[in-house]
């Protein structure tokens, strides 16, 4: 395929509202994860996919924030109820099977503004 | 605690000159290391992991255990190589990785 999709790739919302956002892994990849990346700051970890093992979802900043992967494809990032602290650029890769130095491969990122 | 600290915002050199970025970690046990670039409106890219031991775009990473550190160095920069740059740290049994604050490399003409 193209390489790992997301949409949308800018997101303006209103405090307090709800966002959903989208990758599209690369097909084959049975590796999946969510980063953020706030202005200033490196790649924060949030969550990691991985087939049909239990996600790791030990970077998640509270419990506003969900993600959800249908198998071994699309995967959704929810945030309820934004803050603006929650601005960031929201970035999803993918790899093989979890294992020793498999590449990630990363999207373009979602730009999420929080107003 | 893991850790990853690039110590430099902005790296500024003239073309041809020498390229160090720097990068520490902080881990227990046996990390795996990493360099990602991310070039003007391109998407973030694997350039090198330390196992590989491989020279990518003539930049070489060297893991100093004792230093605990994986530095970046290119002999001779060039304009093409401006860029953001990121070290990561894999470790443990989990895949996900662990960047650091990255350091924006201008090689000037």
């Known amino acids: 395929g193209a390489g790992v999709s997301q949409s949308p790739s800018n997101k303006v919302t209103e405090k307090g509202k709800d966002v959903e956002l989208r990758c599209d892994p690369i097909?084959?990849?049975?590796?999946l994860y969510w980063y953020r990346q706030r202005l200033g700051q490196g790649l924060e970890f949030l969550i990691y996919f991985q087939g049909n093992s239990a996600p790791d979802k030990s970077g998640l900043p509270s419990d506003r924030f969900s993600a959800e992967r249908t198998g071994e494809s699309v995967s959704t990032l929810t945030i309820q109820r934004t803050q603006q602290e929650d601005s960031a650029v929201y970035l999803c890769a993918s790899s093989l099977t979890s294992g020793r130095s498999y590449e990630q491969y990363f999207g373009p990122g979602t730009r999420l503004t929080v107003t | 605690a893991q850790r990853v600290t690039q110590p430099e915002k902005l790296l500024s050199v003239f073309k041809g000159a020498p390229v160090e970025l720097k990068c520490n970690y902080s881990?227990?046990?046996?990390?795996?290391l990493f360099w990602y670039v991310q070039y003007s409106r391109q998407r973030l890219q694997l350039l090198l992991r330390?196992?590989s031991r491989e020279s990518i775009k003539g930049f070489t990473a060297d893991l100093n255990k004792g230093e605990t550190s994986f530095h970046l160095k290119k002999p001779f920069a060039q304009e093409e190589d401006s860029a953001m740059y990121y070290c990561a740290l894999r470790g443990g049994a989990t895949n996900k990785l662990i960047f650091g604050t990255g350091t924006l490399l201008a090689v000037q003409p």
């Open positions: 097909s084959g990849h049975t590796a």
């Open positions: 330390h196992i």
């Open positions: 881990y227990s046990g046996s990390p795996e």
